[in-house]
């Protein structure tokens, strides 16, 4: 897993027989490094635990990447490059959910400071409409100030889909995007989404079952089955793969815009891991700490 070169050319390969193209925008110098080579840099820099560019480019020294691009260049072509990173997402994911009808909603807390640091901090700032602000995490019982990651999972853990709101907005939220992203399939939520107007409007629109636990004290109480309970847990464990191998909770961007992108480019790096351990190895796909080459 630490050999960056080789598992950068891997991935590269694999990449081009998916069909993906070299370049997804118009260029009027052709640059060296083409857009597909700079995504999988970054993926796999992600997938080998390098999430500080600086330290990158450390590690790109004497290799053929090192004369290929510049380290800002590298930066702004990365975020320009936002929305064809999850276009190789997508494509991933296409073949890794081509089956699935049942998928996991939750979110989890991503912090872009602490607490004491949150009235004077300047971090994703730039456009007001993504201005992060002070959220109450229920599963850790803490406050923090950022960011809320809204995602969908399959219940063999691939992520179907996900979203970034400011940290105080609350989870049934995210169910108006999802009606527009998703029909025909069964959502298992936590009681964050319990709303009865909510499941009615799912499934008449979409023909989406939400089921969700109930309170001990909602008329017609009913336990939840215990196949959803245990379901429920490969998001869970989704999440603490992000924190844990892809450091997901550990920021250095500044602008929303770099914060986006660090979380897109994280959520697709695991994905492709999946990818390639079901589709070429041949193994788990959730063994995610297992090396390429």
Do not use: W
């Amino acid at each position: 897993m630490n050999n960056l070169i080789q598992n950068y050319t891997f991935i590269l390969e694999e990449f081009r027989k998916l069909s993906i193209k070299e370049d997804f925008y118009y260029k009027p110098v052709r640059p060296r490094l083409s857009d597909l080579e700079l995504i999988t840099l970054n993926l796999t820099a992600e997938y080998c635990g390098i999430d500080s560019e600086y330290q990158l480019f450390r590690n790109l020294k004497g290799t053929p990447l090192d004369i290929l691009i510049e380290r800002s260049v590298y930066n702004k072509r990365k975020r320009k490059l936002f929305p064809h990173i999850n276009e190789v997402r997508k494509k991933l994911v296409q073949k890794l959910n081509a089956v699935q009808d049942c998928f996991i909603v939750d979110s989890m807390p991503l912090e872009v400071c602490k607490n004491a640091r949150a009235a004077r901090s300047k971090i994703c700032k730039e456009q007001e409409y993504a201005f992060p602000n002070h959220g109450f995490c229920a599963a850790q019982s803490s406050r923090y100030y950022g960011y809320k990651l809204h995602a969908v999972c399959s219940v063999d853990g691939v992520f179907e889909n996900f979203d970034l709101s400011p940290a105080s907005v609350h989870d049934i939220h995210y169910l108006k995007d999802i009606q527009q992203q998703m029909t025909d399939c069964v959502l298992l939520g936590d009681k964050g989404y319990l709303s009865a107007e909510v499941q009615v409007n799912l499934f008449e629109s979409v023909n989406i079952r939400l089921e969700t636990p109930m309170r001990n004290n909602q008329k017609k109480f009913k336990p939840y089955p215990y196949l959803f309970k245990k379901s429920r847990k490969r998001i869970e464990t989704l999440f603490s793969q992000l924190c844990d191998q892809f450091m997901i909770r550990r920021n250095y961007a500044k602008t929303f815009e770099g914060f986006k992108t660090r979380t897109l480019s994280k959520i697709t790096a695991l994905t492709t891991i999946q990818y390639l351990n079901k589709f070429i190895f041949k193994r788990n796909m959730n063994h995610i700490k297992i090396n390429l080459v």
